[in-house]
């Protein structure tokens, strides 16, 4: 097998580019939280959640090094004030490594399967497995402190049906009374649990940003989260289950900012463009009516959101464009 090393595909780019950014503005998150926690199995676990972030750094820049590619700048110590009080109280440090380390594992298990060389694929597959083993202390941990809310419990059903006529099949099964079926109640059960942590992260960031602009933005984000939430949890009060609740809710009062409105921004949209993932597999498991018409709606919404905060970060020059193809056109001019 030759040892001659190709040059990095434009998935490999962007896979790489991407986690740089995200990873970076990881970092300071956990900075931040790390500096007020108490020594304890949270502290440990925000702890091993930062070193994991800064060795991925090192090793893409080492890539990028190599590759004489330019390192992106993604976030640093700049979009960070170690001196403001702490935001998020109590057990939310966890709820942050849970949820991040969750969207890792989906986003990780996703690039892999993209990566051609050996190095780079090497790099996500430890990126998988890492994230995977720091999600599994997370949610065992949150089982054990009691902060963990379970999906829904269904009664075993005695045998298997098979679904025999197509046309009283399809009457039924887009009907929306009809029960709803366990991969709908999995979509919604996750759907809410993450518009929970982003109505935290919403929260607490609208107390602390200064830029009104901004600051409608977030308020309009947090209602579109609210929206879901309301939604999704009457559905299931209708079906006679228990509504999914939110956990590690406490934030401080402060009003100093600990991260720039940079980092911010950029959050929010990062985590606005994975909610759109997420909805649309929701969607494609999904044969309700009134489920279906509701994440489609809510897909539209959440792009027209998205394009705000887009103009928002260009307007300010916040945007970091992801590395691209030439223009072609504009060369041959």
């Given at each position: 097998?030759?040892?001659?090393?190709?040059?990095?595909?434009?998935?490999?780019?962007?896979?790489?580019?991407?986690?740089?950014?995200?990873?970076?503005?990881?970092?300071?998150?956990?900075?931040?939280?790390?500096?007020?926690?108490?020594?304890?199995?949270?502290?440990?676990?925000?702890?091993?959640?930062?070193?994991?972030?800064?060795?991925?750094?090192?090793?893409?820049?080492?890539?990028?090094?190599?590759?004489?590619?330019?390192?992106?700048?993604?976030?640093?110590?700049?979009?960070?004030?170690?001196?403001?009080?702490?935001?998020?109280?109590?057990?939310?440090?966890?709820?942050?490594?849970?949820?991040?380390?969750?969207?890792?594992?989906?986003?990780?298990?996703?690039?892999?399967?993209?990566?051609?060389?050996?190095?780079?694929?090497?790099?996500?597959?430890?990126?998988?497995?890492?994230?995977?083993?720091?999600?599994?202390?997370?949610?065992?941990?949150?089982?054990?402190?009691?902060?963990y809310d379970r999906p829904a419990f269904i009664p075993y059903p005695d045998h298997v049906e098979f679904l025999t006529q197509r046309e009283p099949f399809l009457s039924k099964f887009f009907e929306s009374e009809r029960p709803l079926n366990v991969l709908e109640l999995?979509?919604?059960?996750?759907?809410?649990?993450?518009?929970?942590?982003?109505?935290?992260?919403?929260?607490?960031?609208?107390?602390?940003?200064?830029?009104?602009?901004?600051?409608?933005?977030?308020?309009?984000?947090?209602?579109?989260?609210?929206?879901?939430?309301?939604?999704?949890?009457?559905?299931?009060?209708?079906?006679?289950?228990?509504?999914?609740?939110?956990?590690?809710?406490?934030?401080?009062?402060?009003?100093?900012?600990?991260?720039?409105?940079?980092?911010?921004?950029?959050?929010?949209?990062?985590?606005?463009?994975?909610?759109?993932?997420?909805?649309?597999?929701?969607?494609?498991?999904?044969?309700?009516?009134?489920?279906?018409?509701?994440?489609?709606?809510?897909?539209?919404?959440?792009?027209?959101?998205?394009?705000?905060?887009?103009?928002?970060?260009?307007?300010?020059?916040?945007?970091?464009?992801?590395?691209?193809?030439?223009n072609r056109k504009k060369l041959a001019e």
């Amino acid at each position: 097998m030759s040892d001659h090393m190709v040059g990095l595909t434009a998935p490999e780019i962007g896979g790489l580019w991407s986690t740089y950014i995200s990873e970076s503005m990881s970092i300071c998150m956990s900075k931040h939280m790390l500096k007020y926690l108490d020594e304890g199995d949270i502290k440990s676990i925000v702890s091993d959640s930062l070193n994991l972030s800064e060795s991925r750094l090192k090793e893409i820049r080492d890539i990028f090094t190599k590759e004489k590619f330019p390192i992106p700048t993604g976030f640093t110590d700049d979009d960070l004030d170690l001196s403001a009080p702490n935001l998020f109280l109590n057990y939310f440090p966890l709820s942050f490594v849970y949820s991040m380390s969750s969207l890792s594992v989906d986003s990780f298990a996703w690039r892999v399967t993209g990566m051609a060389r050996e190095d780079v694929r090497m790099f996500f597959s430890n990126c998988l497995n890492s994230s995977y083993e720091l999600f599994d202390k997370a949610i065992r941990l949150s089982i054990h402190m009691g902060t963990y809310d379970r999906p829904a419990f269904i009664p075993y059903p005695d045998h298997v049906e098979f679904l025999t006529q197509r046309e009283p099949f399809l009457s039924k099964f887009f009907e929306s009374e009809r029960p709803l079926n366990v991969l709908e109640l999995t979509e919604i059960f996750f759907t809410i649990e993450r518009n929970y942590f982003g109505l935290i992260l919403l929260t607490g960031f609208i107390q602390i940003v200064k830029d009104e602009e901004i600051k409608k933005y977030l308020i309009k984000g947090k209602e579109l989260t609210k929206k879901q939430i309301v939604f999704l949890n009457n559905i299931l009060m209708k079906e006679d289950l228990p509504q999914v609740s939110m956990v590690n809710t406490e934030i401080s009062t402060s009003t100093i900012s600990p991260f720039s409105e940079k980092l911010i921004l950029n959050l929010v949209t990062i985590l606005n463009s994975t909610s759109l993932t997420f909805l649309g597999h929701a969607l494609s498991a999904t044969a309700r009516f009134d489920l279906t018409m509701e994440y489609s709606k809510l897909i539209i919404e959440i792009m027209q959101y998205g394009k705000k905060g887009m103009d928002l970060l260009i307007d300010r020059k916040w945007f970091e464009e992801p590395p691209h193809a030439p223009n072609r056109k504009k060369l041959a001019e």
